[in-house]
């Protein structure tokens, strides 16, 4: 029996197709729903924090300082939460984040200071989602887990378009070599033609 390497490498692209589509499924299964990021921001002390996006504090390009803190929804969605205390600037120039206002002025420290980190840490404790930011979050998860399963897709289908197309050429490029015909494994035995014989 001669060893068809032909159809030896066509069952070894075949195996390499079926497990990266169940690859696909497994991540698609284990990364599922992603991890919300979003950012609040707290404008001044007793402030509601009000959302900024869906994101990192960096992204809103102003200065200040953040507290994380993770949250599930109640319908079971993972959220990275990150408060965001802007910064004012004081008469003198210097920046501060508020603590407390008296008097029509406010009062505030350093950001990262001892005081603004308890006050800080204070809100983070507090802070609970409403009615309508947990639906929010929810949306949002559902978006991004349909979109990551999109991107994904997208990337198997090329992959599996270019092995496909990889596994051709090369075997174009083989045949070429060999002298083999197109779709065929082997090259054709010679075969003597039989005489023809022509009645008189």
Same mark, same amino acid.
């Given at each position: ?10 069952? *070894?692209?075949?195996?390499? &197709? ?28 007793? !402030? ?6 869906? &994101? ?11 507290? @994380?803190?993770?949250? @599930? ?10 408060? $965001? ?7 003198? &120039? ?7 206002? +008296?008097?029509?002025?406010? /009062? ?7 005081? *603004? ?5 204070? *809100? !983070? ?20 887990? /349909?979109?990551?399963?999109? +991107?994904? =897709? ?15 050429? *090369? &075997? /174009? ?12 494994? $082997? ?10 014989? +022509?009645? =008189?």
């Amino acid at each position: 029996m001669r060893f068809n390497i032909f159809a030896g490498t066509r069952r *070894v692209v075949l195996v390499i &197709g079926v497990i990266s589509i169940l690859g696909f499924v497994y991540w698609a299964i284990e990364n599922s729903p992603p991890t919300v990021y979003t950012t609040f921001t707290v404008d001044s002390p007793g !402030a509601k924090p009000t959302w900024a996006n869906w &994101g990192f504090p960096h992204d809103l390009d102003i200065k200040g300082m953040d507290v @994380r803190k993770d949250i @599930r929804t109640k319908t079971g969605k993972d959220v990275t939460l990150y408060l $965001f205390f802007p910064e004012r600037k004081a008469d003198d &120039g210097r920046m501060f984040i508020p603590l407390r206002s +008296e008097g029509g002025r406010w /009062w505030g420290n350093e950001a990262y200071s001892e005081p *603004v980190e308890t006050y800080t840490k204070q *809100v !983070a404790d507090s802070f609970t989602f409403s009615a309508a930011q947990e639906r929010a979050m929810d949306k949002q998860s559902s978006h991004l887990r /349909w979109k990551n399963i999109r +991107e994904a =897709a997208g990337f198997l289908v090329g992959w599996l378009v270019f092995l496909g197309i990889g596994t051709a050429v *090369v &075997g /174009w490029i083989v045949r070429g070599f060999f002298g083999i015909p197109s779709g065929m494994d $082997f090259k054709p035995e010679n075969v003597k033609p039989e005489p023809v014989v +022509e009645e =008189a």
